[in-house]
């Protein structure tokens, strides 16, 4: 996971999938998001990742996002 600042005091986050079953478990995440109606972009990373991309959020969100993904 990567968290990063925005100028406008939000952030972004991306949430990166590695390996063989990057693609699975980024697609199983995905649908998750979907029915929840979250807000993010998938998008496929040179190197064979796959990254779900949020933003802009506030820490809160950030936090709540986190938690989400460590589970």
Same mark, same amino acid.
């Given at each position: 996971?990567?968290? $990063?600042?925005?100028? !406008?005091?939000?952030?972004?986050?991306?949430?990166t999938?590695?390996?063989?079953?990057?693609?699975q478990?980024a697609?199983?995440?995905?649908?998750?998001? !979907?029915?929840?109606?979250?807000?993010?972009?998938?998008?496929?990373?040179?190197?064979?990742? $796959?990254?779900?991309?949020?933003g802009?959020?506030? %820490?809160?969100?950030?936090?709540t %996002?986190?938690?989400?993904?460590?589970q």
């Amino acid at each position: 996971m990567t968290v $990063w600042p925005m100028d !406008d005091g939000t952030f972004g986050l991306d949430a990166t999938f590695q390996g063989a079953s990057g693609y699975q478990r980024a697609e199983l995440h995905s649908a998750s998001l !979907d029915s929840e109606g979250v807000r993010y972009s998938f998008r496929q990373e040179l190197g064979g990742g $796959w990254t779900l991309r949020f933003g802009p959020l506030s %820490a809160a969100e950030v936090s709540t %996002a986190m938690a989400a993904f460590i589970q």
